[in-house]
T-cell receptor
């Protein structure tokens, strides 16, 4: 399977705990995005990496959130001291920068987080 | 910043009928407009896209039209089938920066057999 993969697919945690999600993009894609999707809404942009550089962070990404892409391949999204409002689907997408302009983003299956 | 509005929020059609979903964007500089289908518990799957230098694009039963002057674009599905039932999202992207997508709020399509 050469698509975007995300792990875990589901995570249930208690308020105040830390959680970490992983995204493996399509192998030749150097652009990687994280989005958050709450029930009944469209995905909302969280952050963007080009290779290993994190080039943009949304205001939605509070200081409890941190994302990394250490070698320009897989990425991790960590949420510290989780709150019930963090419950959502966290989506990862990747695209190629070989084409000028907007590249098509391919999404992974998402990680559904429930904070109790 | 860019804002995308999507209508209707729900749409029910009889099998074999056509379905139309409309989106309006606010930033006239946006130049790329993908459409995604999302089934329950899954990530969004690209079904068709259009760039601003094209007015219409078709792929079998699916077509997208773009009106740059009015800043709106539409998804057309003909001969709908029960497996078309899902949530559909439109998105818009600017031609510079991070190329992040701004999504609409989604349309839940139900195709009744």
């Amino acid at each position: 399977d050469t698509g975007v993969s995300q792990n875990p697919r589901h995570k249930i945690t208690k308020r105040g705990q830390n959680v970490t999600f992983r995204c493996d993009p399509i192998s030749e894609h150097n652009r990687l995005y994280w989005y958050r999707q709450t029930l009944g809404q469209g995905p909302e942009f969280l952050t963007y990496f080009q290779n290993e550089a994190q080039l943009e962070k949304s205001r939605l990404l509070s200081d409890r959130f941190s994302a990394e892409r250490p070698k320009g391949s897989f990425s991790t999204l960590e949420i510290q001291r989780t709150e019930q409002g963090d419950s959502a689907m966290y989506l990862c997408a990747s695209s190629s920068a070989r084409l000028a302009g907007s590249g098509t983003q391919y999404f992974g299956p998402g990680t559904r987080l429930l904070v109790l | 910043g860019e804002n995308v509005e999507q209508h209707p929020s729900t749409l029910s059609v009889q099998e074999g009928d056509s379905a139309v979903i409309k989106c309006t964007y606010s930033d006239s500089a946006s130049n790329y407009f993908p459409w995604y289908k999302q089934e329950l518990g899954k990530g969004p799957q690209l079904i068709i896209d259009i760039r601003s230098n094209v007015g219409e694009k078709k792929d079998q039963r699916i077509a997208v039209t773009l009106n740059k002057t009015a800043k709106h674009f539409s998804l057309h599905i003909t001969e709908t089938q029960p497996e078309d039932s899902a949530v559909y999202f439109c998105a818009a992207s600017l031609p510079s920066g991070t190329y992040k997508y701004i999504f609409g709020t989604g349309t839940r399509l139900k195709v009744l057999a």
